[in-house]
């Protein structure tokens, strides 16, 4: 395919967070879902502050309509699909037109989701289309530099939530260790400091969640 523009490297590399972001959050959506109705009420404003995002939910039931549903919620799921859309859109001279289709189910599942009584079907079609996105990431895009940044997209955005969600020291290395494997494939720019102080704290087990988060921020230069 040639160079990637500057731009389009951008739009890969947050192709692959936001699908990332929305595989995940939806997860930990749907257990507070039950969480929330049968024993803690309260689960929003944890999650809300594990996320560092303004807890504007009046009480769990906006906050299962908000953070689910609301496209005027910034932070909210179907606002992060529809960013990973967009970033689809753009490339859709990169990706497959299977691929594509993928992110677009999701987003009218997710839809469907909103208007259901009992949406844990539609929302589990959400993550089975997310998942077959990847999917054909890997079996119809032929370009490798296309594969890899959206890949590194994707590990960025999963260390990110796992750093906010207090993941244990051997899952944050592994994930850590998948991110270093695309980073050290694609040809971007990053911080070698911020690389370093990340693994050595990964290495001596001494993870300040804070400023591992701010060293993640600096790292790729996109």
Same mark, same amino acid.
């Given at each position: ?8 490297? &951008? %739009? $890969? ?12 959050? $939806?997860?930990?959506? &749907? ?20 996320? %560092? ?16 549903? &609301? ?8 606002? &992060? ?5 967009? %970033? ?74 796992? $750093? ?18 695309? $980073? ?33 921020? %600096?790292?790729?230069?996109?």
């Amino acid at each position: 395919m040639g160079i990637i523009s500057v731009e389009k490297v &951008n %739009n $890969l590399f947050w192709l692959g967070r936001y699908t990332q972001r929305v595989y995940t959050t $939806l997860q930990r959506y &749907n257990t507070g879902f039950d969480e929330m109705l049968d024993l803690d009420v309260h689960f929003f404003e944890k999650y809300c502050e594990a996320l %560092n995002i303004p807890n504007i939910y009046t009480d769990y039931e906006n906050f299962i309509k908000s953070y689910g549903y &609301n496209t005027d919620n910034p932070d909210s799921i179907i606002s &992060n699909l529809y960013r990973a859309y967009d %970033n689809a859109l753009v490339l859709r001279d990169y990706i497959s037109s299977e691929a594509l289709a993928y992110i677009h189910l999701a987003q009218f599942q997710l839809n469907a989701a909103k208007l259901s009584d009992a949406p844990l079907i539609e929302l589990q079609s959400v993550t089975d289309n997310l998942l077959a996105f990847w999917g054909a990431v890997d079996d119809s895009i032929d370009d490798a530099m296309v594969r890899n940044l959206i890949k590194l997209g994707k590990k960025t955005e999963l260390l990110d939530l796992k $750093l906010r969600f207090r993941a244990e020291n051997e899952e944050l290395k592994r994930v850590f260790g998948q991110l270093d494997f695309y $980073l050290h494939r694609v040809d971007i720019s990053y911080d070698r400091v911020a690389y370093y102080e990340m693994a050595l704290a990964l290495e001596k087990r001494e993870v300040d969640e804070k400023t591992m988060l701010e060293s993640l921020e %600096n790292l790729i230069l996109v």
